[in-house]
């Protein structure tokens, strides 16, 4: 405990109970500290955290990666997303993080951030996941007021509104005090043959998945298997991977069902999952009204 009112810069865990015998600590954790204001602070409408650290899988090309991250990028920006955080492993081409720092530092859209904890070899969920998931809860806490979490090969998709400001906004007030708004896993499938008529933008890259895919398969998930959430970060205390765990105390409701005709989480894969298949599966266009602010922003890798 620190005397009188000071602050830590620096904090650390240890197994001893003998003068916290340096010998059994932990690494030292810098403390992040936000002096209170009077002033009111600028908030950032909609966030992203992407939960899963990114790293180089065996044969993905440096190509490969930059395409699925401006794809990403670039849909959650035309969907309204203000700021988006990402976290990388130790391995990935450190020409992606320079790329990605260059590309989008002085539009203040993107925060990339270096993920120690874990290394590529180390038996930890998604190497470390959760903590991801706390870790940029709280690194966006009095500066994002909603906050997405989700993965690169997914986007929350709102079928009532135009941007997801605007549908926040309104959840928001039919539903005062709620925590976080669960959003229902659909799977969007890649049907080769039923592909929208959009060339390639220029050789080598492709249309975006998230303009260009538009099969909704029927299976269904229920609310907490496989689906995501947006939080309100000053009210969201602790979360999971697919739903809350605890909330601030008092008149606070944990979380809100999103109706799925109101929005879903679109989950694009390359092949079915388990036991979903085509069957039943139905066309959905929905996303086709972001394609040309999306390809439009896409153009300068054309060049």
Not at 4 to 14: D, N, T
Request: aromatic fraction near 10%; proline fraction near 5%; charged fraction near 20%.
């Amino acid at each position: 405990v620190m005397p009188g009112s000071e602050i830590p810069e620096y904090v650390a865990l240890s197994t001893s109970r003998k003068d916290c015998d340096v010998a059994y600590s932990s690494d030292y954790v810098p403390v992040r500290y936000s002096k209170p204001s009077t002033q009111p602070q600028p908030q950032v409408g909609v966030g992203v955290c992407v939960q899963t650290p990114l790293f180089t899988e065996t044969g993905e090309t440096y190509e490969h990666t930059k395409q699925q991250l401006l794809d990403f990028i670039e849909m959650n920006r035309a969907l309204g997303v203000e700021l988006i955080t990402l976290y990388y492993l130790a391995n990935i081409d450190s020409r992606i993080v320079s790329f990605l720092r260059d590309r989008y530092a002085k539009e203040n859209l993107l925060q990339v951030v270096k993920w120690k904890p874990f290394t590529v070899n180390e038996p930890m969920h998604y190497f470390g996941e959760l903590l991801v998931i706390q870790e940029c809860l709280y690194r966006n806490l009095h500066r994002v007021k909603y906050l997405a979490m989700i993965d690169i090969d997914e986007i929350v998709l709102p079928y009532t509104e135009q941007s997801l400001g605007t549908m926040m906004h309104k959840l928001d007030q039919d539903h005062g005090n709620t925590a976080s708004f669960v959003f229902k896993n659909v799977l969007f499938f890649d049907a080769k043959t039923n592909r929208t008529s959009l060339p390639e933008l220029c050789q080598g890259y492709k249309v975006p998945k998230f303009v260009q895919w538009k099969l909704a398969l029927a299976c269904q998930f229920p609310y907490g298997t496989r689906s995501k959430v947006i939080v309100r970060t000053d009210l969201a205390v602790e979360l999971d991977i697919h739903t809350i765990f605890s909330a601030v105390h008092g008149r606070v409701s944990h979380s809100f069902n999103v109706p799925q005709d109101v929005a879903v989480l679109a989950h694009y894969r390359d092949v079915p999952l388990g036991q979903c298949n085509l069957d039943g599966a139905k066309e959905d266009r929905t996303a086709m009204k972001y394609r040309e602010q999306v390809l439009d922003s896409l153009k300068h890798n054309c060049v």
